[in-house]
């Protein structure tokens, strides 16, 4: 058990090493993950869909864009779940989880389709701090599950 | 009008525009435990709040009415999405000895599950996060709080079922006790790493 625990000791001290030498390493940015995606399921980056697969991390500002069919979940580092239905488009405006700093924040906007929404840490500790925008209204919650469906908007 | 026809007209306008295929709606669902949290919707018009399972309302329409979305309904509008709903998280916390890296032997039995739990999602990701009770400074603590959890992450990542650079390794100090204590206390229920597994 000793030597398991000194190759245990240097696997730790080697991570350690790997995350101080590149502190700029995407990990910073990465908010959560790909868990599901089926059928016609994307991320949008930059103004460029790339085809969503479970493990793709997700950073602010992309865009989770299924077609039809097709859907996509993705949870994210607070534990917030969100999943996406057909033919939906849905942006992650910010995200800031730093509890330890009091920066909590989860805002994305609902432009088309459905959602089904399950709250994490972010929600338990600052409700207002989470808001889903719609085009025809703002969603804010405590703690909760819910289900929103947005009817596109015609310009 | 008389009231009851009043509230007859009311009652079908509702009933129609619940029934209407194309609408706008939020509805407020039970939570896997069993309790119903709350949804505020705020629009132009106004604000509804919804604080009852299945409780819904219209977001392109009139605030503060709202009714009940059949199961039926649900299922037919969202079934997809829900289903595409991820695993739910799972946090164990490991116990340590006073002022060191060494796991209580409770928790050293932990780790086999907590690998196993890794190992049952096909594409997890990991938060190990590191704390300390209230003996000594707080740069110590931090430090030692980063030791634990470095510990901690040299076990997964030592079980690999889990590509490193899909966990996040903290530092939360003394700063998070589980259990509230004064300064300067030995308490091993806040000398403690968080694994969160999602």
């Known amino acids: 058990m000793k030597k398991y625990k000194r190759y245990v000791l240097q696997i730790a001290l080697w991570l350690g090493l790997v995350v101080t030498a590149h502190p700029v390493l995407a990990q910073d940015a990465v908010i959560g993950y790909v868990k599901t995606a089926q059928d016609d399921a994307n991320l949008v980056v930059d103004g460029k869909a790339v085809k969503a697969q479970p493990g793709m991390p997700v950073q602010v500002g992309y865009v989770l864009k299924t077609g039809k069919p097709g859907s996509l979940g993705v949870t994210f580092r607070d534990n917030t779940m969100v999943s996406i239905g057909p033919d939906t488009e849905m942006v992650v405006d910010e995200y800031l989880f730093a509890p330890a700093k009091g920066e909590l924040k989860l805002a994305a906007t609902l432009v088309k389709g459905t959602l089904q929404y399950i709250s994490g840490v972010i929600a338990k500790l600052k409700p207002e701090a989470v808001t889903v925008k719609t085009p025809v209204g703002i969603i804010g919650v405590r703690g909760t599950r819910y289900v929103a469906m947005v009817e596109e908007v015609q310009p | ?198």
């Open chain 2, 1 to 198: 009008m008389t009231r009851p026809v009043q509230n007859c007209a009311l009652l079908l306008a509702s009933l129609v525009l619940a029934g209407c295929a194309n609408q706008s709606y939020v509805a407020l669902l039970e939570n896997d435990d069993g309790t119903t949290g709350k949804v505020q919707i705020t629009t132009p018009y106004g604000s509804t709040l919804l604080n009852a399972p299945r409780q819904a309302t219209r977001i392109d329409g009139p605030s503060g009415e709202t009714y009940i979305a059949t199961p039926e309904k649900l299922d037919k509008d969202f079934g997809v999405a829900m289903k595409a709903g991820p695993a739910k998280p799972v946090t164990y916390l490991l116990y340590f000895d006073l002022g060191g890296s060494t796991l209580t032997p409770e928790s050293e039995a932990e780790v086999a599950k907590i690998l196993d739990a890794i190992g049952t999602r096909s594409v997890p990701d990991v938060s190990v996060i590191g704390h300390t009770d209230t003996v000594g400074d707080d740069g110590a603590n931090e430090a030692l709080a980063l030791e634990r959890a470095r510990f901690v992450t040299g076990l997964i990542a030592a079980g690999n079922k889990i590509d490193p650079a899909k966990i996040v390794v903290e530092s939360h100090g003394k700063r998070n006790l589980l259990v509230p204590t004064p300064d300067n206390t030995e308490e091993v229920r806040n000398r403690r790493v968080e694994v969160t597994i999602r």
